[in-house]
């Protein structure tokens, strides 16, 4: 009996550890684009972010590319930010243009892959789920990226 348990432990704590290195698991500190994270205040995001060419109450738009997107019930907090154009880094140095393969040795494994008929989104989570990371690729290239708050 006392062998049984053993086994079944054995057996139980490598599936977990399987699993856990299935998935990459990102900090929050890299769910971030030109150092602007989500969850972070809209003044800090516009400190970092540069020239401003256009704001409304929904979203800033920076010189650089980045769309700086607030959340609704708290107008003062970043909940997205997308770069469709522009060099901005993410803190792994990923950018656009790059080839999809970076992706892998930058983030791991992404936690989701959604392939759809133009483009394929890879998406990496934070372990607590708050954050998220998308890359999307067009024809083996990052075409578009983005960092969003989930709760």
Known sequence: ???????????MGTLLAATTAAYASVTPQQVALGGIEPGMSLEQAKSLGGEVIYADYEKTLFKNGLIVKVDDKRPDIVEEIVLKTGEVKTPAGITLGMSADKLNDAYGQADKVEVDRDDTEYKYRTADG???????????????ISCELRD
């Open 130 to 144: 708050r954050k998220e990371i998308e890359f999307t690729v067009k024809d083996g290239v990052i075409a578009k």
């Open 1 to 11: 009996m006392k062998m049984n348990k053993r086994r079944i432990a054995l057996l």
